[in-house]
């Protein structure tokens, strides 16, 4: 017997972080920015002609792969702009991961990279961090069909030196190694440099975060240029038109105000080594984070409760049901009004559960 359904592509999609919308709330769930973004993201919205939404954009994203090349002093021809860094990983995935060999990533990480693989059927590996969430880089050097991690880890925030990231992609020459580099700006180093040395490392980047835009959705990566050429041919096979007239126009005004995008990522940093202090003293432990969240267990109060407590509060943190991970809770660093008020009740609730 035949059924359509024998010839449907089945996948088990990921889960985004739920975008609860109640007046009040706290919401720290999805490592969003506090913060506005740059004044003249603001100023270029309100004047944004609507005549040009009746044309095709520049298929090219010309304006916004220009200002990145400027920003990060590469060519034009090393930048692919995508619908947030989300769809520049998928294209990246289709591209690159092309082999019978397993690719290898760690076992905690952003959890979309199994459903790509899943969904492209591309095989492969989940390697184990070891006790302290950190990746070791020996672990990589096998046979495999490419490489991928976050730069600092996600959900873990440790970042991964770059003599070690450099380890990693020595000795693997044969693949492209991708680093998810979505929280370098608070703090971690960029694998950039690493750039002129190898041309199989492809670095990954996105507005959501750090430049406060993730509502707008605008992903980059930067590469050696037939690398990007490669992600062209296959993103012109799929949708040629990815970046939309506004999009361009508000992405490259973001890239242009550097004094305020580093005054806002310093602010972030700030708070969130306060906050580290804070939830030491209320009990919680966990590993050092270089990103704008920090990934915390308490040392007698299961994560699930604190956070079902959080909830009832309408104070939003993210919590995963997932082994080696099920005991911690990933809180993104707000503002710092917001988290006083996240700690204040837990500094009471804390105290009649112990
Ligand atoms: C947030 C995130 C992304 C995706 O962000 P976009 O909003 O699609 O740009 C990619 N990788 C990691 C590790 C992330 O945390």
């Not at 006790?131 to 600092?152: A, K, R, S, T």
């Not at 490392?201 to 509502?215: C, D, E, H, I, Y």
């Not at 296959?234 to 973001?254: I, R």
Request: proline fraction near 6%; hydrophobic fraction near 40%; charge should be negative.
């Amino acid at each position: 017997m035949n059924d359509w359904r024998e010839n449907v592509r089945r996948v088990v999609p990921y889960v985004p972080g739920e975008q609860p919308d109640q007046a009040g709330m706290i919401k720290l769930n999805t490592n969003e920015n506090p913060y506005p973004p740059a004044p003249g993201v603001l100023k270029a919205l309100k004047q944004f002609d609507p005549d040009r939404l009746r044309l095709y954009p520049d298929p090219s994203a010309a304006v916004l792969v220009e200002a990145l090349a400027e920003y990060y002093r590469v060519k034009p021809s090393q930048v692919f702009v995508g619908v947030g860094s989300d769809d520049v990983l998928a294209m990246a995935f289709l591209t690159f991961f092309n082999s019978d060999r397993p690719i290898l990533f760690p076992d905690i990480t952003y959890s979309f990279y199994d459903v790509w693989a899943e969904e492209f059927r591309i095989p492969y590996r989940q390697v184990p961090l070891d006790e302290h969430f950190q990746i070791v880089p020996e672990d990589y050097f096998c046979e495999n069909g490419g490489v991928i991690f976050p730069n600092p880890n996600a959900p873990t925030g440790k970042e991964l030196s770059l003599a070690a990231i450099e380890r990693v992609i020595r000795n693997n020459p044969d693949v492209v190694v991708i680093v998810d580099e979505a929280y370098v700006d608070f703090g971690a180093e960029t694998s950039l440099p690493l750039l002129e040395k190898y041309e199989n490392l492809l670095v990954v980047q996105t507005f959501s975060k750090s430049r406060a835009m993730a509502g707008m959705r605008i992903g980059f990566c930067i590469g050696n240029e037939e690398l990007i050429s490669y992600l062209n041919d296959v993103k012109y096979s799929f949708n040629s038109y990815t970046m939309d007239q506004l999009t361009l126009a508000l992405g490259t005004e973001a890239v242009k105000d550097d004094d305020y995008f580093k005054k806002m990522t310093g602010r972030i940093i700030e708070t969130r080594e306060w906050a580290k202090k804070v939830l030491a003293q209320l009990g919680f432990v966990f590993e050092d984070s270089k990103a704008n969240f920090i990934f915390a267990s308490h040392r007698t109060v299961p994560a699930k409760k604190i956070y079902q407590a959080l909830r009832e509060q309408h104070i939003y943190v993210r919590y995963f049901e997932k082994p080696r991970i099920d005991n911690y809770l990933r809180i993104t660093v707000g503002t710092r009004e917001q988290m006083e008020k996240m700690f204040e009740f837990l500094r009471n609730w804390l105290k009649g559960e112990q």
